[in-house]
C-alpha cells in the first residue's frame, strides 16, 4: 500500500471509534470529487445533542416500527441493512459521537452519526428487527431499550462486553473479525479476490497524546498495545482500489464496506453500506464531507480511486440473527 502523505493533523480529532476514520477524504483531484481537498476533521464540530436522550430512543422505536409496517422483518439480514440505512439519508454527521466525559459507557446517538456509528446503529437496528417482536415497542416499560442496548453493546466492544475503554473496537479491522467471530457478520474480503495487507497497526499507540483517555490514563497503553500486537500477527485481507469494479458483482446490497487507509498504522479510513443504484455499485455513509448521511454521487470503485488516503476495502456481509 502506498506512504500515507496527509492527516496527521486531522488524525488527532477525527471520530476515535476507529481513529481516521469519516475524516479521512482528500480528493486527489477536484473535478468531480464530493470531498473537495483541504476538508480537515478538524473543521467539523463535535456533536451538538445528547446522546441516550427521549429523542434518540424515540428514533430507534420509530425506525423498528416502520420495518414492522413495511414486512421487512422478514428480509435477509443485508437487504434490512440497506433499507433501515436509506431511512437516515439526510441525518447530520458529527464527529466524537462516542467520546463523551468520564468513563467509558454505551453511547446511543442516533440524532447524529458518524461512518461508525451509523454502520453500528443501522446493523443493531436490523438485528433488532429479526430478534425481538414488534409488541416489546410498545411495552410500557420500554424494555425495547435496554434489548436494544444490548445488542449494540455486543457489536461495539470486544467479545461483546464493555469493559472500559480499551474494550471498544477502535480498529475497524478488528470491528470485523471481532464481529465475525460473534456470528454477527462475515467477512467476504479474501474469498472475493482480497490480498494480504501488509501494513502494520499501531496508530493510537504512536499518538497517544491524540487521544484524551490516553492521556487521562497512561495505564491503558499496554492494553492497546496488546491489541495491536495481535492484529499484526493475524494476516487482513483487502481488495485492492484497482480490483474493485471487477469483484463488485460479488458485493451485495447491505453489506459492510471498510475502506482502507494509507495513513501510517492505519488500517481503516472510512466505513459504510453497499448500496446498488441503476447496476453500479455505491456507498451509503456519513462523510464529513457533504455533513450528512448519504449516497455516494459516485460509483464505490471511482468514489475510492479519486480519493487521496483510500486504496482499496475490506468488505463483511451481515448474518441473519433469527
Known sequence: MRAGDLLARGAAT????????????TARSTAGSDAPEGRAAAEAPGPMTA?????????????????YDQGLAELPMGELVARIGETFVGTPYAPHTLEVAGEERLVVELQELDC???????????????????????DPAESYRPFYAGILERIRYRGGTLDGYSSRLHYFSE????????????NISQ????????????????????????????????????????????????????????VAERIRDGDVIAVTSTVGG?????????????GRLHLLHAPLVGGVVQISEVP???????????????VARPLDAR
Open 116 to 138: 461508525v456509528t451509523f454502520v453500528e446503529n443501522v446493523l443493531a437496528l436490523a438485528r433488532f428487527v429479526q430478534m425481538a417482536r414488534d409488541v416489546m415497542l410498545d
Open 14 to 25: 477525527c471520530a476515535l471509534g476507529v481513529l481516521l476514520t469519516c475524516g479521512g477524504e
Open 266 to 278: 492505519l488500517d481503516i479510513a472510512h466505513t459504510g453500506i453497499a448500496l446498488w443504484r441503476d
Open 51 to 67: 446522546p441516550g436522550s427521549d429523542e434518540d430512543w424515540g428514533i430507534v422505536r420509530e425506525k423498528a416500527l416502520w420495518a
Open 300 to 314: 464505490l470503485a471511482e468514489r475510492i480511486l479519486r480519493i487521496r488516503g483510500q486504496d482499496g476495502v475490506m
Open 175 to 186: 470491528w470485523i473479525s471481532d464481529n465475525s467471530d460473534k456470528g454477527i457478520l462475515r
Open 191 to 246: 474469498e472475493i479476490g482480497g490480498v494480504v495487507d501488509t501494513e502494520r497497526i499501531d496508530f493510537m499507540t504512536t499518538h497517544a497524546d491524540a487521544y484524551r483517555q490516553l492521556g487521562e490514563d497512561p495505564q491503558l497503553l499496554p492494553a492497546l498495545e496488546a491489541v495491536e500486537s495481535r492484529l499484526n500477527e493475524s494476516p487482513r485481507f483487502y481488495v485492492p482500489e484497482e480490483r474493485i469494479e471487477e
